[in-house]
């Protein structure tokens, strides 16, 4: 069931919005099950969105326990209730298990509880046990009414009121182990811990030129391992999906010897913590330490991870599909009839969806199920398409094949980076190094930009070049500002000199204006004549047919922890606080010194003011996990296009539109799609596309943050549910 929140007229928008009144409605909110960072973040939206539309919002503590006990623990939220939580982590309003609510008795004793107040919509926000609870519940709903009318705790006209309970369930847990959504509230925090104690590890390993087994969370889900396996460039995981083939014990020895004699200094695995192997058999983390040091003799540690993974604040990425998604809950609730299924609000790529929630958690439960069995091949599959992709992408760039079983193309393709930094452009080079030479082509390193383009900076860069390159921020070829359009000549030149087949362009807007430069000298230079792709990488995101750019979700992390910091340190003995945060090129007028000096002036006596500019901090650092598995993979596919292109047309000139692309991500797809297509969406003197989704974002932050006590829909664009990141 797609979200139907999508009015495209402003006179649509104002009915829709009309019709969303929440008046005479009273909404119970609910955290259960492990907690999860973001899981604040849509208890806000939530309370916020109910409360803008008229309904009255009910907090309800310590989960189901607290809805069966009642009193206390149901009550009413106001605006300033859920204030200054959008970055705490874990849950405010608490989680707890619940013997009591799987009984008719406790869920007689709950719905009671909810009657007294009225509340007829509940929102959980927990994993598949919590929402098939609620969905019991909501079954049996009308027949605990009719009970405890019998009872005489309430009378029929409460039974005839409050005849129907909706429920909408968001998927709070770490383990991103539910099917039907792509990415769960809190899977991307946690995945920012295990990267923070990977990139630790890293230094001391290859101080000491160990081996560390690292154990992450996952009893039943190897998401978490899997991603953080891709983030890192592991040499082996585990996964209970996917168990490594027989003798599996001899090939890991292998390929750490390998290694070892490779000269490199380090060896990382990643055992998820319900790794099995192919007869359903546990795989622990100290049964592979102890095969490596009794086998190889390595100095080898375990590190467990353990609940660090649940704590900490959440990422940027959290907060905002957290918040969108609470706000599409509301939405929602308030458009259920008594006909509704109960649904879940999921994230399928780009967009955000309702699925039918007991379709979504008996396809979680046929993956359990598929592992049981044996059928491993159909357990990745139920996954889904996001879940067997990075788990062909891992397989592609961890392992490479002896050179005598690698066809060779006899083509050399080249990669180069241009514009200003973004990280995750090295693991975007990583990968697109490994496939290429998987698919047998020669690998080029241009150096700089197109200014060492033009100068010859020139190499070839081989698998083991690449090692470790995913954690590095930066550009470690190096990338410039500078257009090709003077240096036409000579970067021809160095093509024909090179013998370069196609080109891998990866950066910002500047590699966007590029491509187009060389696109448009093909008539001149026929050196030109290859097949020709770009991927996205700015902080920006301003690059032209793809909603998002490798970077840019870096630089709203490092904006966000900054925040943080900046916030606690600054303002901490203040009562009241707030935050403007301005874009650097919005008005030449109200500078940020402007604004300082104005709230310095104007409240002076009434609060502190500071300023912070970031500046090129939102550059550097080491990549988010999202930037390095989203570097990794788009890039990954770059490098296919590349090697369909050259064996459809070998030896031929490229002159069609078709051959010179940028791949970008619309929705939940990855598209090719040609510059000269893009051109016309493109607005050249801003720099920026012509139409930009995230400006759909500001209606909702102006109603989440009560900027605006009513919709203005003369700067709301679409009312649409676009979460920040795949």
């Known amino acids: 069931m797609d979200d139907a929140a999508s009015p495209t007229t402003k006179g649509s928008l104002r009915k829709f919005l009309e019709n969303l009144s929440g008046a005479g409605k009273a909404i119970g909110v609910l955290t259960s099950g492990g907690d999860a960072q973001g899981m604040n973040a849509a208890v806000r939206a939530v309370v916020r969105m109910g409360i803008y539309v008229g309904a009255k919002v009910y907090f309800i503590y310590e989960g189901y326990q607290g809805m069966v006990d009642g009193g206390t623990n149901i009550v009413e939220a106001n605006w300033e209730s859920v204030s200054s939580i959008l970055q705490v982590g874990g849950t405010i309003i608490g989680s707890a298990r619940c013997s009591d609510f799987r009984s008719r008795e406790g869920r007689l004793k709950a719905a009671c509880n909810l009657i007294r107040l009225g509340i007829t919509n509940l929102c959980v926000i927990g994993g598949d046990g919590s929402l098939t609870g609620a969905n019991i519940f909501r079954k049996e709903w009308s027949g605990l009414l009719e009970e405890l009318a019998k009872n005489g705790q309430i009378d029929q006209d409460a039974v005839q009121k409050y005849a129907y309970l909706n429920v ?99 060896n990382i695995i990643i055992v998820a913590e319900g790794a099995i192997d192919m007869k359903n058999k546990p795989i622990t983390s100290e049964e592979v330490k102890q095969l490596v040091v009794g086998q190889l003799g390595y100095d080898t540690r375990v590190t467990i991870l353990g609940h660090v993974q649940r704590g900490g604040t959440p990422s940027a990425f959290d907060r905002i599909l957290a918040s969108r998604m609470g706000v599409a809950a509301v939405i929602a609730l308030l458009e259920a009839t008594p006909e509704t299924p109960p649904c879940v609000v999921s994230l399928s790529g780009n967009q955000a969806v309702r699925l039918p929630l007991m379709e979504c958690v008996q396809m979680t439960q ?107 921020g930066g550009s470690i070829l190096g990338t410039k500002r500078v257009l090709p359009g003077k240096y036409l000549e000579a970067i021809a ?35 030109f004549c290859v097949p020709m792709v770009m991927v996205p990488a700015t902080v920006s995101n301003n690059v032209p047919g793809s909603d998002f750019s490798i970077g840019a979700d870096t630089a709203l992390n490092t904006i966000t922890d900054n925040n943080v910091e900046h916030l606690t340190e600054k303002m901490k003995t203040t009562i009241q606080r707030g935050l403007v945060l301005r874009n650097e090129s919005c008005s030449e007028n109200y500078t940020t010194d402007f ?17 912070n500019v970031l500046g090129h901090m939102q550059q550097g650092g080491a990549p988010s996990p999202f930037d390095r598995n989203f570097g990794t993979k788009i890039s990954a596919r770059a490098m296919e296009w590349i090697s369909a292109k050259l064996k459809e047309c070998r030896g031929k000139r490229f002159v069609t539109d078709d051959s010179v692309c940028v791949l970008g991500i619309s929705k939940r797809n990855l598209l090719f799609q040609p510059v000269a297509e893009l051109k016309k969406e493109t607005d050249f003197e801003h720099r920026i596309p012509k139409e930009q989704w995230w400006l759909k974002l500001r209606p909702l932050m102006k109603i989440l943050a009560k900027y605006k006590t009513s919709y203005d829909v003369s700067d709301a664009g679409q009312m649409e549910h676009v979460p920040a990141a795949i």
């Not at 024909?496 to 696109?519: D, K, M, R, V």
Request: with cysteine; proline share 2%.
């Open 168 to 266: 909408v369930g968001m998927v709070g847990s770490i383990d991103n182990d539910f099917c039907g959504t792509d990415m769960t509230i809190g899977t991307d925090s946690a995945l920012h811990r295990i990267i923070e104690v990977v990139d630790a590890i890293m230094t001391t390993a290859q101080s000491h030129q160990r081996t560390f087994v690292l154990e992450v969370m996952g009893r039943h889900c190897g998401y978490l391992a899997l991603v953080s396996a891709l983030a890192c460039g592991a040499d082996w995981v585990f996964l209970p999906e996917s168990p490594p083939e027989e003798h599996w014990e001899e090939h890991l020895c292998v390929k750490l010897s390998e290694n070892r004699a490779r000269k490199k200094r380090l």
């Open 366 to 472: 046929d993956v359990q199920k598929a592992m049981d069995e044996g059928r491993f091949k159909d357990a990745v599959r139920l996954r889904g398409r996001s879940f067997e992709n990075n788990l062909n992408t891992y397989k592609r760039l961890a392992i490479k094949l002896p050179d005598d079983q690698i066809p060779k193309s006899n083509c050399n393709v080249a990669i180069i980076n241009v514009g200003a930094p973004a990280a995750g452009m090295n693991a975007a080079v990583r990968a697109a190094v490994r496939v290429g030479i998987a698919d047998g082509h020669r690998m080029l390193a241009i150096y700089d930009g197109f200014d060492g383009f033009a100068k010859g900076q020139i190499k070839e860069i081989g698998w083991t070049d690449v090692g470790g390159w995913t954690g590095q």
């Open 493 to 527: 030149a160095q093509m024909h000199t090179h013998s370069i087949h196609a080109l891998l362009i990866i950066g910002g807007f500047e590699a966007y204006l590029g491509l187009l430069e060389l696109s448009a000298a093909r008539e001149k230079h026929e050196e």
């Open 595 to 611: 604004i300082y000096q104005l709230y310095s002036e104007e409240g002076r006596g009434v609060f502190d003011c500071r300023k």
